[in-house]
DNA sequence: CTTAGGG
DNA sequence: CCCTAAG
């Protein structure tokens, strides 16, 4: 905000002075029309375009529109708060009234520390900017009327900042007249007329600026934002919640599509209610400005939320494309944040500038996306619905996380993100036993960290793994509104084995221990996974005497676990003194005798 | 956050 | 696996 304020008085000055270089030497068939209004509304764009040109951000939100302030408070290095940035103007439009500085003085006077510098770099700026403009050969009519209007109140301008003004050869316009005539009083009466509070100001020039841009952009200075696409102005913004104007509450959100097309933002521009404003003043100018003023100081109505807002957009969205909303929406909109900002935030991160569809004006508009979403990575419950994987992040990590992708027999079909055509592996499970169910068995004290291939196969699986689990599994939406997690990921022979060593290693409970140190390659399994797979180890390893020839009742022997895990597993059980708990849940049917004895016997079986 | 335990 | 109570 302040910066807007903070700019818009720099800029202004600058703008003005080099407007009047610019126009004063060839300034020609200037259209008499010199209503101050329409110059503010021009002189605002135009600042604020130069403005961002520079940083080359496009406000789109209210919040991406504060970022983008502070960004140019960066590069303008000059902070002002609200208040000062009011104050300063204020006092140096009193100097201005008393002293008669010049329009470059006015804007040193308020805005001391970057005057030489970005006046350069606007002027350079402005320079380009104008004459582009006009010459383009595809500028629509707005953008000439724009042009047109420019220079005569450019000259207003001037005459209106310093009293003596550089160029004050040019008459005033007859809203400035009243404005002029207006007493202090008046003047205060009229801004509260037009904001909607007092104020306590008492110069003239000021509450006659303040009024003029309370009615031309019917908010306050420092709340107006612009949006501007590829240096194009397409709209403004209103961020107070006491100004907006009841007939754009939109209007802010508009943006133009054709990036950079000149065409296509004045198309949206007037396409807007914004737009549609601009022109009315335009075709109006010359009204006495506190017919305007009245006007629209009736009219003003405190500013719909954020969320008001957008569900206006979404209206005006159907009504005018007559496209329904997606079903998610809903769910977004819950979210305070449309789903289509939603989805292309992430996108957003990549490219310079963004911009996301979006639904506003029913124009299919693109909006630039600065960051305003995902302030925390979009959780369970959006993530389905908004068929959005939120795999990027993991599958990034993931990919670099693998050393080398490596030719793994890819005959999954699931393929989640196109980008890193990452394809599912097929038989994880199985595949991993082939590898390592030998070396499980045979070095089944496999030391700690996995052994060189081992690790490197793990990783890979992982990856791949990991992958799909986050990409595809990880969570998947329930019916009632519950998350489930992935697909059983069951767990492999290894897997077992790494257990089991990590018990035997760092004993029972150390789940976390366990995995960091044996399970840090897999990055699923948590400890608690870890834990419960223990706890069913330990079943299986007492509850199911793979002993006795007849005790097989179930062919399918449940238990893939290989006799010796399962001894050791018992053997860390014992260990831990957690035979007990374990024969309790595994109802007693066990053969209670002493274990030591019957291990003995189990392990001489197995 | 980690464990332990029930579901 | 999920969930949750308990440290």
Request: glycine share 8%.
């Amino acid at each position: 905000m302040e910066m807007v304020v903070g700019g818009e008085g720099s800029e202004e000055a600058i703008f003005v002075d080099t407007a009047a270089d610019e126009f004063d030497s060839c300034s020609a068939p200037l259209k008499q029309v010199t209503d101050p209004v329409v110059y503010k509304l021009v002189r605002a764009r135009g600042a604020t375009v130069t403005c961002f040109e520079c940083i080359g951000l496009v406000p789109a939100t209210d919040d991406e529109l504060m970022e983008v302030e502070n960004l140019l408070e960066l590069e303008k290095s000059d902070l002002l708060s609200v208040s000062d940035v009011v104050d300063t103007v204020g006092q140096g439009l009193d100097k201005d009234d008393t002293s008669e500085k010049t329009s470059r003085e006015f804007k040193g006077s308020s805005q001391t520390k970057n005057a030489e510098v970005d006046e350069e770099k606007l002027n350079a700026q402005l320079e380009e900017a104008l004459p582009t403009s006009s010459s383009n050969p595809n500028n629509t009519q707005a953008d000439e009327s724009r042009n047109d209007v420019v220079e005569p109140n450019l000259k207003v301008v001037l005459s209106k900042i310093g009293s003596a003004g550089c160029k004050p050869n040019f008459s005033l316009l007859k809203g400035e007249i009243n404005l002029d005539k207006l007493t202090i009083r008046e003047l205060q009466e009229t801004f509260r007329a037009t904001f909607g509070r007092e104020t306590s100001v008492k110069d003239k020039l000021w509450l006659k600026r303040r009024i003029a841009m309370g009615l031309t952009n019917s908010c306050d200075v420092c709340v107006t934002n612009f949006i501007i696409n590829g240096g194009q102005f397409v709209g403004k913004k209103e961020e107070t919640c006491k100004n907006l104007d009841c007939e754009d509450p939109i209007a802010g959100e508009v943006c133009s599509e054709g990036d950079g097309i000149p065409a296509a933002g004045q198309k949206v521009m007037e396409d807007t209610v914004d737009g549609s404003e601009l022109r009315n003043y335009l075709s109006e100018s010359g009204h006495g400005s506190d017919d305007m003023l009245e006007r629209r100081g009736a009219k003003r109505v405190r500013k719909p939320t954020k969320r008001y807002i957008e569900e206006l957009s979404d209206k005006e969205t159907r009504e005018c494309n007559k496209k329904p909303m997606p079903s998610t929406k809903r769910l977004e909109q819950h979210k305070a944040s449309s789903g289509s900002l939603v989805r292309t935030a992430w996108g957003a991160h990549s490219g310079a500038i963004v911009t996301r569809p979006d639904s506003i004006g029913g124009s299919g508009v693109r909006v630039p996306y600065v960051s305003r979403v995902r302030r925390c990575r979009p959780r369970k419950s959006v993530v389905a619905l908004t068929n959005f994987q939120p795999s990027e992040e993991a599958l990034m990590r993931k990919i670099t996380e693998c050393s080398k992708p490596q030719p793994c027999s890819l005959g999954g079909d699931k393929v989640v993100e196109p980008k890193a055509a990452l394809i599912e592996e097929p038989l994880a499970p199985e595949e991993e036993k082939e590898n390592h169910c030998l070396t499980g068995m045979s070095e089944f004290s496999q030391d700690q960290e996995p052994t060189d291939k081992d690790s490197r196969g793990n990783i890979l699986l992982d990856c791949i793994a990991d992958i799909n689990s986050d990409d595809k599994a990880s969570t998947v939406p329930t019916m009632k509104g519950g998350m489930r997690r992935k697909h059983h990921r069951a767990w492999t022979l290894t897997e077992v084995v790494k257990l089991v060593d990590g018990v035997s290693k760092f004993g029972a409970g150390r789940w976390s221990e366990i995995k960091r140190l044996s399970f840090s390659s897999h990055s699923y399994r948590t400890s608690v996974d870890l834990k419960d797979k223990w706890r069913n180890l330990l079943k299986a390893s007492f509850a199911s005497p793979p002993s006795d020839k007849g005790m097989n009742p179930r062919k399918n022997a449940p238990s893939p676990i290989p006799a010796p895990i399962l001894m050791k597993v018992r053997e860390l059980a014992e260990i831990n003194g957690q035979v007990h708990r374990i024969l309790k849940a595994t109802s007693e049917t066990e053969d209670n005798s002493g274990s030591s004895v019957n291990e003995n016997n189990r392990s001489g079986y197995l």
